[in-house]
């Protein structure tokens, strides 16, 4: 009893780490918005952890320009997510629904390192990801609720969200099984010859799974541009990371594989660890990245996520390393943008998400004959007769 104590003790000191940005003037000696490129450096929050590699510079380079943008999407899939939240509590929503709130400096970090070029497949915690590549709140609404606009057509629902002309492709439901995909698209990367990489996420609840070590065995030995990258938000479902895994370093366990564990709550760090990663993995093969971050909702819509975990946990997370509270404080603190002007931002951002929602509850449902479509490739379809066999009761188109 004592030894859990202690172990779940130190797990949430791990999970909540200072910000070490402060705000250094007064909110009346702001100037306004700023879209201006000349380059800042500023330091991640924390060191990169390595495994058989160098790790990044902690000083990265970025504008202003960037850190309002990055501040601009995490407040939009903050709020998005929210309103799934209601949406389906108010059951316009159903089934599955893993939402992403806490998370979101992964999905901008990521996007800001890479192209349209480079691939993206994940788990089931999609929704951020899929606007990261480009997707927009009318497809997301139209998809958790099921309708004609959905970026699946309303079939795939929250679990199954894809945008193959931007590089992501999926929103995968079974546990795990998106890593082997995303090794051989990497092996096509690398087979075209186009400088491209394959970005593959899991959580750590995934990181147990065996197909996961054998697509990694693959790709070192291919020296596959595929890079790893376990979302590491302590709870795979409700069981804390050192109950399921012996070793819980997930940076490390490539072995022959090198790692990086990154703050994944610190968007300039992802962005960092990112550009590093793509190119280690064109000259050199695959790499894992462990993002240290934390989802603020329970794993699904079903759970209330304050069974395995205090509120105070939860709550301090908020306080000490929120992704968007970092990034705001940084707008601040170098004269970027005003409280005021990032509070608009935000209301604007309510509003856009406001509006797609509206739009999304006018979409139609899909015709019962789409039961039958993107089953099989285009013209390779099959027909289904009565039970006489008489009578041709479906044709696939």
């Known amino acids: 009893m004592a030894l859990s104590h202690l172990a779940s003790s130190a797990s949430r000191s791990k999970l909540m780490r200072p910000i070490t940005t402060a705000l250094s003037r007064s909110l009346s000696l702001r100037r306004p918005i700023s879209t201006d490129s000349k380059p800042l450096t500023i330091e991640t929050s924390v060191p990169y952890g390595s495994h058989n590699c160098e790790a990044p510079s902690r000083s990265v380079q970025t504008t202003s320009e960037e850190l309002f943008s990055f501040f601009h999407d995490m407040a939009k899939m903050r709020r998005m997510e929210i309103a799934a939240d209601s949406l389906y509590k108010a059951k316009l929503i159903r089934g599955f629904c893993h939402?992403?709130?806490?998370?979101?400096?992964?999905?901008?970090?990521?996007?800001?390192?890479?192209?349209?070029?480079?691939?993206?497949i994940t788990a089931y915690r999609d929704h951020c990801t899929f606007v990261g590549r480009g997707g927009t709140l009318l497809e997301v609404f139209s998809e958790l609720m099921g309708r004609q606009d959905g970026c699946s057509?309303?079939?795939?629902?929250?679990?199954?969200?894809?945008?193959?002309?931007?590089?992501?492709?999926?929103?995968?439901?079974?546990?795990?099984?998106?890593?082997?995909?995303?090794?051989?698209?990497?092996?096509?990367?690398?087979?075209s010859k186009d400088e491209s990489v394959a970005f593959t996420?899991?959580?750590?609840?995934?990181?147990?799974?065996?197909?996961?070590?054998?697509?990694?065995?693959?790709?070192?030995?291919?020296?596959?541009?595929?890079?790893?990258?376990?979302?590491?938000?302590?709870?795979?479902?409700?069981?804390?990371?050192?109950?399921?895994?012996?070793?819980?370093?997930?940076?490390?366990?490539?072995?022959?594989?090198?790692?990086?564990?990154?703050?994944?709550?610190?968007?300039?760090?992802?962005?960092?660890?990112?550009?590093?990663?793509?190119?280690?993995?064109?000259?050199?093969?695959?790499?894992?990245?462990?993002?240290?971050?934390?989802?603020?909702?329970?794993?699904?819509?079903?759970?209330p996520g304050s069974t395995y975990r205090t509120r105070d946990e939860i709550s301090g997370v908020r306080q000490e390393r929120d992704p968007i509270e970092r990034i705001r404080k940084l707008l601040l603190a170098h004269d970027i943008a005003t409280e005021k002007e990032l509070k608009d931002i935000e209301k604007e951002v309510r509003k856009e998400v406001d509006q797609a929602i509206a739009q999304a509850k006018e979409?139609?449902?899909?015709?019962?004959?789409?039961?039958?479509?993107?089953?099989?490739?285009?013209?390779?379809?099959?027909?289904a007769f009565g039970a006489d066999?008489?009578?041709?009761?479906?044709?696939?188109?």
């Open 389 to 397: 066999r008489k009578e041709v009761r479906v044709k696939l188109p």
């Open 153 to 191: 057509k309303g079939k795939g629902g929250s679990m199954h969200f894809y945008r193959k002309k931007d590089g992501f492709y999926g929103g995968h439901g079974i546990v795990g099984a998106q890593v082997p995909l995303g090794c051989g698209l990497a092996f096509a990367q690398k087979y």
């Open 99 to 120: 939402l992403y709130d806490g998370q979101e400096a992964v999905a901008v970090g990521m996007e800001a390192a890479i192209t349209k070029k480079d691939s993206i």
């Open 201 to 303: 996420l899991y959580g750590d609840g995934a990181a147990n799974q065996g197909q996961l070590f054998e697509a990694l065995n693959i790709a070192a030995l291919w020296d596959l541009p595929a890079i790893l990258v376990c979302e590491n938000n302590h709870y795979g479902m409700g069981t804390a990371e050192w109950r399921a895994a012996k070793s819980h370093s997930y940076y490390k366990r490539g072995d022959y594989v090198p790692g990086l564990k990154v703050d994944g709550m610190d968007a300039l760090a992802v962005k960092q660890a990112c550009k590093f990663a793509k190119e280690h993995a064109l000259k050199n093969g695959p790499i894992i990245l462990e993002m240290d971050t934390y989802r603020y909702h329970g794993h699904s819509m079903s759970d």
């Open 363 to 383: 979409s139609p449902m899909p015709e019962p004959s789409e039961l039958f479509t993107n089953v099989y490739v285009k013209g390779l379809g099959t027909e």
